[in-house]
């Protein structure tokens, strides 16, 4: 017999909501010319961001990762704070034949210890720092030659150019991710962060 009412959805696996304990290993803040940052012992936070951060404010101007505004269209500033893992920059410092990798080299502002694959957080993902911050996570941060430029001239790589591109292609999925201010405060090295992350699903082929 025909199928008159054929299956509306593909079979989806529901992952179940789950928090991590982790800590904020290191701070930073860029001066309000330059993206690139300095270490702190501590951020204080308002609606609009970082006080004082080269990402600070309510609303940014769209760039190239909005190729559905015209570039410099005011919209909300998702991008308020950049979060990276030390485990995961080690790895991207590996594939460009680097010691080492600098937090600050690409603009961070927190480094996140105890999350494994914290590329990977979903958005949604909220991390609630023990005094009292809240931060929630809006995407992926993609790779960048610009970053990657950073990343060269800092390093003293023989050719800054094959630097800048490189990183783009070595670092997907390990640049860390993107957040801004749920709820203000201050966050200060070595607080402990306790991060929910929200239900997911998975459509299956």
């Avoid at 290993?25 to 951060?53: K, M, N, Y």
Wanted: glycine letters at 10%; a neutral charge.
């Amino acid at each position: 017999m025909m199928d008159l009412f054929p299956e509306a959805e593909k079979p989806v696996e529901i992952i179940p909501a789950k928090k991590l304990s982790a800590r904020a290993a290191a701070l930073f803040v860029a001066p309000a010319d330059h993206f690139q940052t300095r270490p702190v012992e501590e951020l204080r936070l308002g609606f609009d961001g970082i006080s004082g951060d080269f990402h600070a404010g309510s609303t940014r101007r769209s760039g190239g990762r909005e190729p559905w505004y015209p570039r410099g269209t005011e919209m909300r500033n998702e991008r308020q704070l950049s979060i990276v893992a030390g485990d995961e920059l080690a790895i991207v410092a590996g594939r460009m034949g680097l010691p080492e990798i600098k937090p600050e080299w690409i603009g961070a502002n927190l480094v996140i210890e105890g999350v494994p694959h914290l590329s990977m957080l979903p958005a949604g993902t909220l991390l609630f720092f023990k005094d009292g911050v809240t931060l929630k996570i809006d995407a992926q941060n993609g790779p960048c030659r610009i970053a990657g430029r950073s990343i060269a001239e800092n390093a003293d790589m023989a050719d800054i150019e094959a630097g800048a591109l490189l990183f783009p292609k070595v670092a997907k999925r390990l640049r860390g991710v993107v957040a801004w201010v749920e709820k203000p405060g201050t966050i200060r090295v070595g607080e402990e962060i306790s991060a929910r992350v929200p239900e997911q699903w998975i459509y299956q082929a």
